[in-house]
């Protein structure tokens, strides 16, 4: 068993673990014996993903192709337990300043080359702390990796760093190959497009625009597994689309909403789909309403609460998500039970209360019925944002409020929005991922106030108080402490309403039932489907 | 052929002229899109490190002043060279050439289509002018005129896909298949029906609808008139004499509407999931990959320039009396 | 739409010579389907003037219960959509916005293309090689290629998609225009305002530009339609305005609903058609009366 105290992973381990309780009520299908092998499953993916590794590019739909051909160091299981994959054991040293993963032996690339540290230290040192989005971050800490023989690497960090233990999942740090990398530019290396991987899938082809093939790695090292023979990754760009190819029986598997939500309930009803709901749990997906505080009517907090009892989010949740989510209560999903806290302030529709507000705030109504004109600018991904955006403006339409909205693309947005700061309200949604310190602090943090950085604190929220109980809830190792924080933060959060949280998303996975397996831990869809087969 | 080299002469310059006054046009208006694409890059990976986003910029040229960009993408273009895709991690050319055969066969299949329904329809219509046939025909080739191209596609998938089971819903064969020869071909053919469809119905009802004018204004020349006299049949006379002269605007319009059907064929492919260049050019504008857009937008007008050029010719060909200007 | 006027010759009536002799109208009025056409758009122009009286509600009031089918409640006779607005009112509404999209796009398009094709035709010259090429700068690049990046730069919104139709539309009447413009000033009676010493400008404005107006409002007709049918292909890509709904926003909206409400696509797009039909067959009759000539060569 690997060993590592609870005292050194801390408060993210113990989040994530609480994030996927909701796992352990329900049956887990892979109980089921005798897997049949052989087989193609075909699944939709759309957008097309820019690259087909996660190491330098980790967009959504890259995230959900590459694991199947890359193994990660380590995997979670419901419980966020660490589970091996590449590396069979780790250790953290007391000092916590340096971690020690001991490697499985045997495993060789899919071009015959032998899977050794090197990669590791490489991939980590000149990929993921160069290249990768987030790692720049994650990995801050690490000063060298030691390669003391080929089946052991050793991080060497700066200062103690305990959430990298819950980086290291294939769909997020992706181990490459030195031997096809060392001495190119990673981010433009042709093996990006066309992978040499460990998973248990090896690339075949991919044309872009229309599909990618991976066919079976007959030497991976878990055998017999994989099952498949084949996963076809088809790209569809209609949503409508999307669900015809599934009705049609073309496609087996579609993940992440991305099917029209409206018609979900008519796919499910057919005999031969099914939907899945779970898998996503580390996403944790929150929509919000952001101000922009700089500008004059949403100074006054009177003014952000009154725009909070006009919006029916019970109601948005019904119409525009049908039904595939919770109206929110407070920033952070409900499912993360360790930071969540239903003791916030409430702000139930009300029509009056809200013009009460707004009248308080010294905006009347003028003789034309409308107190302020304001923009809105949604984000532009996907219809439900754009219902929204109508929804909003009727809504702000009854308490005076006159809405003109914005249609943009999204570099449009993400330059208007963070860069130039030309807007008054936006809706947005983000994942709270793992921990609401990665996930929801950067909307609140006064540091992360960073123009030209999308998904930042946009509304320019700047409290001390705030600041303050974030601070703890980064470093109190004490489960009770940091919960109470949490609390606050939360109390906090709803009393300023710098932004206010709309809906707690579920994702849908929509699938074929011939295909089992496709959900086994909380990165569902996004794991390597080395156990996923097919029963007709 | 010397009247043709003569002309080739002339127009050659001119033609690369306007291609390159395009391509400055298309890259002056490409960069006043608002964002570029590391803000795309760095939407889609959530990633919140400024240093790494100035990272890219200087790794994309994005840093540099838009003379210097301007100066070094037209200098490029003059070497026929069409630059990377930092998005795909390919280059330009690359790219295009992969994705260009499926639209050109999906647009050369619906112009052949078109060309050839438009013409029976059109003659039929003029053959039984103010008939019922007539009236059928020119009601049909209004309501195909008048129908969205998206509209006819997602009807199209609703009906032959989903209620009648007949045809695949989207993509250009089945993949991973393993036909080969004839096969292949009828499974490519099986998928192109209703995009070829959903994109020719309108051509075919332009075509109609020209082509029966055209013959009844040929018809009442006085040539025609000369021809029956001869004692050739009123069909006759239509198939040898009026025919050829009727298909005359045809051929003018084919090539100015090969720009015109590209449009067509961006919401065809997204439809249908037909993995051609117009998709692509429609994704390169939203995640900014302007040098994609860029080369696409250069290789169209390319193309649309050489078959206007080819059609100039195909016209004189025809009629020998028209003075190629 | 480039190239689309040559749909426009349709047949003449045999007693064409004799009908030339009598005026537009009359002429007009014995081509039943274009009659047919007009007395349509006078529909559709009708509904959409009287709009906020005829639509029992606003296109955005969230008026009853969402994805209600045509008849199923007699307060939506044709439905509701995905956020329960009644369908009715949305197409009275859209009627509106389509309509004027169209016509502010096409009269956009026909003053910059008859501006350029009357100075290239009747200037000649290096003035008409400058102008030309322009023209074929904005003809080259695939039209609706080129309204996609245009809106997309210029953000969507009901001017800059207008703005865009009529830039990628206004080359082809600059042509027709030209074209007109040679014929015109090689005739006499503009030769003889040349001879008594008619400046250029009264000359254009007086004898060339009136002489192209039947072939320009033939064209215009078609390029209405043309408008709403490139509006629609916009909307259904999600490049419109969200503030005003349109036929084509309505297609939007009804989109991801098609497969259990197919209605909501089905009903602007029929609307969409009819507008367009009736257009072309206007276009058609107006081509016959206005060139009373054709039937007579």
Known sequence: MPSMSRRNFGWLAAAMVVAAGIWLSSTPTWAQPAAKRGGTLTYVVFPEPPLLTSAVHTAGPTAQVSPKMFDGLVTYDFDFNLKPQLALSWQVGDDGKSIRFNLRPGVKWHDGKDFTSADVAYSLLKVWKVAHGRGRATFANVTDVLTPDANTAILQLSSPAPYIMYALASMESQIVPKHIYDGTDPQTNAANNAPIGTGPFKFVEWKKGSHIILERNPDYWDQPKPYLDRIIFRIIPDAGGRAAALEAKEADLVGMSIVPLNDVKRLEALPYLAVETRGYEYLAIVSYVGFNLEREPFKDVRVRQAFAHAIDRSLVNRLIWFGYGKPATGPIHHGLVKSYSSDVPAYPLDIAKAEQLLDAAGYPRRANGVRFKITHDYLPFGEQFVRLGEYLKQALGRIGVEVEIRNQDYATWAKRVYADRDFDLITFFANNASDPVIGVQRFYWSKNFQPGVAFSNGAKYLSPEMDRLLQIVQAEPDEALRKAAFADMQKLAMTDLPYIPLTHLDMVTLYNKRVRNHTLTADGIHANFADVYLQD | ?325 | MPGSTHALSSHSPPAAEAAARRGFWWRYRRNRPALGGLLLLCAIGTIAAAAPLLAPFGPWDMAGAPFLWPGEDPAHRLGTDVLGRDIFSGLAHGARVSLSIGLAATCAAVVIGTGMGALAGYLGGWMDAILMRITEVFQTIPPFLFVIVLVAVFRPSIATVILAIAVVSWPAVARLVRGEALRLRRTEFVQSCIVIGMTDRRIILTQVLPNCLAPIIVIASVMVATAVLTEAGLAFLGLSDPNVMSWGTMISIGREALRSAWYMVALPGVAILVTVLSLNLIGDGLNDALNPRLGAD
């Open chain 2, 1 to 325: 052929m010397n009247r043709l080299g003569r002309y080739t002469a002339r127009r050659l310059p001119q033609t690369i002229l306007v291609a390159l006054a395009i391509a400055m046009v298309n890259f002056v208006l490409l960069h006043l899109m608002p964002g570029d694409l590391v803000d795309v890059l760095a939407g889609e990976s959530n990633a919140t490190d400024r240093a790494y986003l100035d990272d890219l910029r200087r790794k994309f040229g994005l840093d540099q002043p838009l003379p210097v960009q301007l100066l070094s993408y037209l200098w490029r273009v003059v070497q026929l060279d069409l630059g990377f895709s930092f998005r795909h991690n390919m280059p330009v050319a690359t790219l295009i050439l992969d994705r260009l055969p499926a639209t050109l066969l999906l647009m050369a299949a619906a112009i052949g289509l078109a060309v050839l329904l438009g013409v029976v329809f059109g003659v039929t219509a003029a053959r039984f002018v103010n008939t019922a046939i007539d009236r059928v025909i020119s009601v049909l080739a209004l309501v195909f005129y008048a129908t969205p191209v998206f509209w006819i596609g997602l009807m199209m998938i609703v009906l032959f896909t989903i209620e009648l089971g007949w045809l695949p819903s989207s993509g250009m064969a089945t993949i991973g298949g393993s036909a080969s020869g004839i096969a292949a071909v009828l499974d490519v053919a099986r998928h192109m029906v209703m995009p070829v469809l959903a994109l020719s119905l309108f051509y075919v009802a332009l075509y109609a609808r020209i082509m029966r004018a055209a013959m009844l204004e040929v018809l009442r020349l006085d040539y025609i008139g000369a021809a029956r006299a001869k004692g050739l049949t009123r069909g006759q006379a239509a198939r040898r004499h009026a025919l050829p002269n009727a298909v005359l605007p045809i051929v003018t319009l084919v090539g100015v509407q090969v720009g015109h059907m590209m449009g067509g064929a961006i919401l065809v492919e997204t439809v249908f999931a037909w993995p051609g260049i117009g998709r692509l050019a429609f994704e390169a504008v939203f995640q900014r990959d302007l040098n994609l857009l860029l080369g696409i937008l250069l290789l169209s007008t390319i193309m649309v320039v050489t078959i206007n050029f080819l059609v100039d010719l195909l016209y004189a060909w025809l009629d020998p009396r028209i003075e190629l200007s």
